[in-house]
């Protein structure tokens, strides 16, 4: 595979890092194009791909992703199908930009996927939802879940699902980083060391969802191992019903999905 970068940001060297890393892809056959040299430069040194400015370097590659600001996106992707030689699969992660809007930019000459990482990709445990444009086929989507699947889990939805991908795991980082702030706090207020509170709050947020994912138990029966009937946790479980944090929880994704609809109009 052939693999090509246009945006040499966070999000882009996360992604590469994570597909040579997992053996998706070597560094040789990468290239990464940014108009900042300073850009190219930590991509290079954080991936060992090569770089370049033009976009005109990526005629050959057979898998592009398109990591640029939105508005820059349909722009980038217009370009590149003027230079390329075959039809490549472009994967696009620019917040907000549709399915309809990357392919009357490609012209029919680019198979489409449309993605919704998260930033927790930068350190490999992200999760990201895609859907499918018009062209692509059955092995693009095994393409884009091997790439995207690189820095954490990747699932597939119906483009109208997209929204919810972005209310609840593409915001949800903020969530869960409130969460772990306020654990830490509650440590604080108990007497732990600011430190030892956030690092044990932290460590305790990973390892519950580690066992959600590893273990494909519901929360719900994972949440009642943990409790004993007149113990410290149902107790503290008690105050989190009372003031609401589930329904907080569930509005906050509501709202961000409905402010998604509404930037995507």
Not at 50 to 69: H, P, W, Y
Request: proline content about 4%; hydrophobic content about 50%.
């Amino acid at each position: 595979m052939k693999l090509g970068v246009i945006g040499c940001g966070k999000m882009g060297t996360a992604f590469v890092a994570g597909a040579i890393r997992s053996g998706v892809v070597v560094a040789a056959d990468v290239i990464g194009i940014d108009p900042i040299k300073a850009a190219r430069d930590q991509f290079a040194e954080a991936t060992g791909a090569q770089v370049a400015e033009e976009i005109s370097a990526l005629a050959a590659c057979d898998v592009v992703l398109l990591c640029t600001k939105p508005q820059d996106a349909c722009g980038a992707l217009k370009h590149l199908v003027v230079v390329s030689k075959d039809s490549p699969l472009v994967i696009s992660i620019a917040a907000g930009v549709k399915l309809a809007a990357l392919e009357q930019a490609a012209d029919g000459r680019a198979r489409i996927v449309r993605a919704m990482p998260n930033t927790p990709a930068a350190v490999g445990k992200g999760a990201s939802g895609f859907c499918m444009g018009q062209l692509a086929q059955e092995k693009d989507s095994a393409t884009a879940r091997l790439i995207l699947g690189s820095v954490g889990l990747a699932v597939e939805v119906p483009e109208r699902l997209m929204d919810a991908v972005t209310g609840l795991s593409g915001s949800g980082p903020a969530y869960a980083y409130l969460f772990i702030d306020a654990l830490a706090d509650g440590g604080v207020k108990a007497g732990l060391p600011r430190a030892d509170a956030i690092r044990l709050a932290a460590q305790t947020v990973w390892g519950a969802a580690a066992m959600v994912l590893e273990t494909g138990e519901h929360p719900a029966v994972l949440k009642d191992m943990v409790i004993s009937p007149g113990g410290t946790t149902i107790a503290g479980l008690a105050e989190l019903e009372k003031h609401g944090l589930r329904s907080a929880l569930i509005e906050a994704v509501t709202a961000a999905t409905r402010r998604s609809v509404e930037l995507g109009k």
